[in-house]
């Protein structure tokens, strides 16, 4: 089966400074994947998302990086701020389907 | 802005019980989804629903599971027999249309305690 997983449980950074969540995947049939935050009693809020024909996507401070040859996916998070203080989640799904597999989660812990 | 909406935010039940768990998904979307989640582990998928059937379950998603859409609004997930290792997080959500090409939303969650 389809199992994704992420390599640091936990991360605290200064605030101001870059993050970078690590995820890795083991189906390589995988062709769209999504980071999640989830905030303290929240459910999971979309950041951002990547298809497989892409290697990096950019959104508003986070940027996304697809390696299809290693099975690696990460989330940099530009000039950490508190409020990104969080727990975050890769998940992978299949073009052909409707299920998502998440990750177990890394907590970010931004530091003031 | 509109958001997936989910009650109650805590249930506690005894085990053997059945419990309905709600969710009002965003009016225009097409697509439903439940999701577990048990402490301190990933959020897990159990079904998806579309058309007013399941497009897609997991293995976790028994005989003891159902899900309903009653009316024009309400997604419920039903858990007929409740057993100890129910005990976890239930979020709903929603999309527009299929989950690879669109984003969805996740509700606040229902706590579910089993006894």
């Known amino acids: 089966g389809e199992s994704v997983g992420l390599h640091l449980p936990t991360l605290s950074v200064q605030e101001g400074d870059n993050s970078i969540i690590n995820c890795a995947y083991s189906n390589s049939a995988s062709d769209y994947f999504i980071w999640y935050k989830q905030e303290s009693g929240k459910g999971p809020q979309f950041i951002i998302d990547i298809r497989s024909n892409m290697d990096k996507r950019q959104g508003q401070r986070v940027t996304v990086l697809l390696n299809k040859t290693v099975k690696h996916l990460s989330l940099q998070i530009a000039a950490t701020q508190p409020g990104d203080s969080a727990v975050y989640f890769c998940a992978e799904t299949l073009n052909t389907g409707n299920q998502f597999y998440f990750g177990t989660g890394t907590s970010l812990t931004v530091i003031p | 802005e509109p958001e997936v909406t989910q009650t109650p935010s805590h249930q506690v039940t005894q085990m053997g019980q059945e419990v309905i768990l709600r969710c009002v998904p965003i009016?225009?979307?097409?697509?439903f989804y439940w999701y577990r989640q048990i402490l301190g582990q990933k959020v897990e998928f159990l079904v998806s629903?579309?058309?007013?059937?399941?497009?897609?379950k997991s293995e976790i998603f028994d005989d003891q599971f159902s899900v309903e859409r009653p009316d024009g609004s309400n997604f419920t997930l039903k858990i007929r027999s409740t057993k100890l290792e129910d005990s976890a997080m239930y979020f709903c959500?929603?999309?527009?249309?299929?989950?690879?090409?669109?984003?969805?939303?996740f509700g606040p969650g229902t706590r579910l305690t089993v006894l």
């Open positions: 959500a929603s999309s527009y249309g299929r989950s690879s090409y669109n984003e969805q939303f």
């Open positions: 009016s225009n979307h097409l697509y």
């Open positions: 629903f579309y058309n007013n059937e399941i497009s897609e």
